[in-house]
């Protein structure tokens, strides 16, 4: 739905520019000719602004700005995205709209996503938004955990991580990521108090959520040739994401790894954040905000 409304922003952009254009250089000139009348033989010259514009090439004067504005602002800045589901929670909730940095992993072009300028990649830590790789119409956003070469595991809901080693020599043994029990019962999953740890991953800190019972998915996991069920060496070009909800999170773990063709930038703030504790047997429609959560507006990712 992204790309296609992008298709629609460019179209739209190139079409009323394109009619200002053709208008300023072919039409106007005779406009202003035709201004130029006779009273008693003497030639009055009348204000080319009192001549009526066409209804289309107005339209287009009056949209080219604001629509030229909202595509290098989406494209090229920053976009705004909403929380749909609670993968990322504690950090992002259902109902957060968040503002996503779209140069932050490398400027592209926004029909045909090609880089043109590479500006950074991501690190450990970040929170990324990208195209789903089974199906790239669709956004996901996830935390960013294994780089390019590394190998990451995750056993017994404790996570490990080994950073790449180009050289072979003197690299870095594979350590378990630093975790700490914070508190219990913040948040439920069917009717299950979820446990809050803070976890390090390189220079990030931040919340996770995990099921006090040990659920066993690696039968479901994506399986990597060459390495165990819950093991996976990063390739080269690629990511490694995983969701803060840990028992909550269709992510990495299931399918795979992220190429950075399919990053679309890095989610750095929420600029909203809307309740909706509605009960199912109210009358008004669901997606209608029942609050506004002011706590969480301006917070950064």
């Known amino acids: 739905m992204a790309n296609y409304f992008s298709l629609f922003l460019v179209v739209l952009t190139l079409a009323s520019g394109l009619i ?13 000719e035709r201004a130029v009348v006779a009273k008693d033989g003497t030639a009055v010259t009348g204000d080319p602004q009192e001549q009526t514009l066409p209804w289309l090439v107005d339209t287009a ?10 595509l290098v602002l989406r494209s090229f800045l920053y976009e705004p995205f909403q929380i749909p589901s609670g993968s990322m929670m504690p950090t992002l909730l259902v109902g957060d709209f968040i503002l996503v940095e779209k140069y932050a992993y490398g400027v592209k072009d926004p029909v045909f996503r090609s880089k043109f300028w590479d500006t950074g990649t991501p690190e450990r830590g970040d929170v990324a938004v990208f195209k789903y790789p089974k199906n790239p119409s669709q956004d ?25 080693c180009d050289t072979g020599k003197d690299c870095s043994a594979i350590e378990p990521v630093e975790l700490n029990f914070v508190d219990r019962g913040e948040a439920y999953q069917n009717f299950v108090p979820l446990e809050k740890y803070q976890e ?16 066993n998915r690696t039968q479901d996991y994506y399986q990597q040739p060459g390495t165990q069920a819950d093991e996976w060496i990063v390739p080269q070009g690629q990511y ?17 790894f992220v190429p950075d063709a399919n990053l679309v ?16 047997s109210s009358w008004v429609p669901s997606w209608i905000p029942t609050g506004v959560r002011f706590n969480r507006v301006g917070s950064i990712i």
């Open 140 to 164: 996901y956003i996830k935390r960013v955990i294994g780089l390019p070469g590394d190998t990451v595991i995750y056993r017994n809901k404790q996570l490990f991580v080994k950073p790449a």
């Open 265 to 280: 930038g890095k989610a750095v703030a929420i600029w909203i954040s809307f309740e909706f504790d509605r009960a199912p």
């Open 240 to 256: 490694f994401m995983m969701g803060d909800n840990r028992d909550n999170s269709l992510d990495g773990r299931f399918w795979g």
């Open 200 to 215: 390090k991953l390189g220079d990030v800190t931040h919340n996770i959520f995990r099921l006090p019972s040990n659920l």
């Open 61 to 70: 004067q009056q949209i080219f700005p604001v629509i030229a504005f909202v």
């Open 20 to 32: 200002w254009l053709a208008d300023s250089l072919m039409f106007a000139p005779k406009r202003k």
